[in-house]
């Protein structure tokens, strides 16, 4: 399990077709998850937190990340997405559609993962509170408590990663 936080607009621009991601408020992470095992495991990427020094940061859909990044760029013409459970529908406005495919299509979500192979994806984390982003992240951990047998449901362990060295990697920018 391999994890990358895009803590930049320019990090995260190299992944996405937006240019002002993290300054709205919302940091993709990457993750990558290699399962060597002889049997498919289940990850649930909507657990995956956040841990800065006593605060648990939950990942938000992609839909609302995308409210997020283009809250004042909005057009007239909006698409309503329904939502699976009983909450009003997010509004999603047409000039976004394509960015909303594109979060949608990358999001790490609920992946199975099949003996000897990786998948990869992104969870997006609300991070419009931290003034300076890269020194709280040197401080953080990402926790990914939900990793499963995919054909027992027998829970595995968990992991807790540290972000130093990620951060330490990336261009200081």
């Not at 329904?82 to 976004?96: A, E, G, H, Q």
């Amino acid at each position: 399990m391999a994890v990358e936080p895009m803590f930049t607009d320019a990090l995260a621009a190299k992944a996405f077709d937006k240019k002002a991601i993290v300054t709205s408020g919302i940091m993709p992470l990457a993750g990558i998850i290699s399962n060597n095992n002889g049997f498919p495991v289940k990850v649930e990427g909507g657990s995956i937190e956040l841990l800065v020094r006593e605060d648990r940061i939950r990942p938000v859909s992609p839909e609302e990340a995308i409210t997020q990044i283009f809250r004042r760029t909005r057009s007239p013409q909006e698409v309503r997405i329904p939502s699976p459970v009983p909450f009003p529908p997010v509004k999603i406005y047409s000039s976004n559609i394509d960015a909303y495919d594109d979060f949608s299509r990358k999001h790490l979500g609920t992946k199975r993962i099949e003996p000897k192979s990786i998948a990869a994806g992104f969870i997006y984390l609300p991070v419009k509170a931290f003034a300076n982003l890269r020194e709280n992240l040197l401080e953080s951990l990402i926790y990914i408590p939900d990793l499963y047998r995919a054909d027992t449901g027998q829970p595995l362990m968990f992991f807790e990663i540290d972000l130093k060295p990620a951060l330490n990697a990336a261009p200081k920018k």
